[in-house]
């Protein structure tokens, strides 16, 4: 872009004389940079300016449009009122979606009662009377057994 008053930085080559050629016979062949052209780009105030001025801030929005959330990337709005960057190159509607109702109300984190108490549940409060057939599971001779139990250890292999 060439700035008012100035013409657009043209790069030139420079070919030397067949006197110096032979100093720049270690240098790759072709062409090389003039030294006035060279010059100007360091000295140049353009330049200089442009190398300490800050770059923009780039202005995050309070809330991603769907398109944005839809590809997981950040929403760059100038202002809430316009289009979003992303909308504008791709040339689509910018639109944010009302937030989706949360499934339950916000409430104390699981396992946070910690004084838990059985009173608390009515499978405790119940009184039960048990009977034998409750804890009937058969011959007791069939399953216990009065002898005691030798162990052997294998044959080393």
Known sequence: MPLAGMSPLKIQFYEPPPSEASSFQSQAPGMYLSLPVLEFVVSSSVFLSDFNAEPPRIRRAGRACDHCKFIKVRCIKPDESTYCKRCIDDNIDCIISKPRQRKRPPGPKRGAQKGRKASNYPAFNEERNWSASDF?????????STQPVERSMPDSV
Do not use: L, Q, S, T
């Open 136 to 144: 009937d599971i058969g011959h007791p001779e069939a399953h216990v």
